[in-house]
């Protein structure tokens, strides 16, 4: 499960070092760098909805694996591609294979967190997070090197594919969702409009993590770049969100069996807001790295947090609220690019990533919905 988690960070993340050099090939202003960088989750927002069917006929495991493999021979495409246009056909068929890897492996996850009875979903996410600083290594040691974007991308695309199909037999066999609480209770229930409301926070949370983790990945080496940093001092800015990502959610678990997850998301909220608040205010390329290293460790149990809750919600078909949480989130993804881009070129890359804190505002506000316990509800089922 683990090995799906880290290739899903790493695939993405391997391709940003080289976004700026590519917006520098294609000769493409802010605006249309949003644009084409948006068409990745522009992808996963039009296949999310069908992750929760796929995952019902074909299971959580298979689709997990398969979306990972062809995601990342999609991103390996992006190295031969020479135009704008067919970079971005290329992110968006990205875009729909890791919308059903991301709800395959979180669904997979949520069934093995229940098998243990106590939270694990953090720690998989801070694989991914670790799958993400790994990625942006590799890329940047190939910028190091001088190696070619072609041959770069496509060693890559090889070696994160076999990994994603080697972790195949080791997966959970067996029904999908055979010890979820909510499955036996939705059988007597529907949802009212209190859920409905609940999953709406959710969603807003979700979003609010998104538009956090794309500002690191679609915009930090470019605004460190715009402080006067070289281009190996910039990429250390998503590489510091990533880092804190994991260190936030390798601690989140605890955090939550300790204090709930309302408390640590909560808390998270006001580190993003403040920390990147005041990276912004006083600008230097050491405040910017800082600043998405801030945002990182805020924002590292948001995500995980409303997955599990949306999963959990009652009076939905199993699999139903982890799907719609996943596919809505990825309008964050999709619509951060281009509103950053445009207020970027009317007023500064500065204003525009001004949405980050108050991404963590919106986190901090839509906390009161999750759990103040300490524990996940425990399966019947023995641990794996």
């Not at 290739?7 to 391997?14: E, R, S």
């Not at 499955?183 to 209190?194: E, K």
């Not at 260190?247 to 990147?276: H, K, N, T, W, Y």
């Not at 996943?326 to 309008?331: C, E, F, G, S, V």
Request: glycine fraction near 14%; hydrophobic fraction near 60%.
């Amino acid at each position: 499960m683990a090995a799906l988690f880290l290739v899903n960070g790493a695939t993405f993340a391997n391709l940003l070092p080289r976004f700026p050099e590519i917006k520098a090939d294609l000769a493409l202003s802010n605006s249309a760098y949003g644009v084409m960088v948006a068409a990745f989750p522009a992808g996963a927002l039009v296949a999310g909805l069908a992750a929760g069917a796929a995952i019902r006929r074909l299971g959580s495991a298979r689709v997990a694996v398969l979306a990972s493999a062809a995601l990342a021979i999609l991103v390996g495409l992006v190295g031969p591609a020479h135009s704008a246009i067919l970079v971005s056909v290329v992110l968006f068929a990205g875009g729909c294979c890791d919308a059903m890897a991301d709800v395959g492996q979180n669904a997979h996850g949520l069934r093995v967190q229940r098998r243990y009875g106590r939270s694990i979903i953090n720690s998989l996410h801070a694989v991914w997070a670790a799958g993400a600083v790994l990625g942006g290594l590799l890329g940047a040691g190939s910028l190091a090197v001088g190696m070619s974007r072609s041959l770069h991308l496509g060693l890559s695309a090889v070696l994160f594919a076999a990994v994603a199909l080697i972790a195949w037999p080791f997966l959970l066999p067996g029904a999908e969702h055979d010890d979820h609480a909510a499955a036996r209770a939705a059988g007597g229930a529907r949802a009212g409009v209190a859920v409905y409301a609940v999953l709406a926070a959710l969603v807003a949370m979700i979003i609010a993590g998104a538009v956090v983790e794309d500002a690191g990945s679609s915009w930090a080496a470019l605004y460190l770049r715009s402080l006067g940093a070289t281009g190996a001092i910039a990429v250390t800015g998503y590489i510091a969100l990533a880092g804190a990502l994991f260190v936030g959610r390798l601690a989140g678990d605890r955090l939550v069996d300790r204090f709930g997850e309302r408390a640590v998301v909560r808390g998270g909220g006001v580190i993003v807001s403040v920390g990147m608040g005041a990276a912004l205010a006083y600008p230097s390329v050491a405040s910017g790295i800082a600043g998405f290293a801030a945002a990182g460790l805020g924002m590292a149990t948001a995500v995980p947090a409303a997955m599990h809750a949306a999963d959990r919600l009652p009076g939905l078909r199993p699999g139903t609220g982890l799907t719609v949480v996943a596919w809505l989130m990825r309008i964050g993804f999709v619509t951060a690019p281009p509103v950053v881009g445009l207020i970027s070129d009317a007023a500064g890359l500065r204003a525009g990533l001004l949405l980050v804190p108050a991404a963590g505002l919106v986190a901090a506000l839509t906390a009161g919905v999750l759990s103040a316990g300490r524990h996940p509800a425990r399966s019947s089922a023995p641990p794996p």
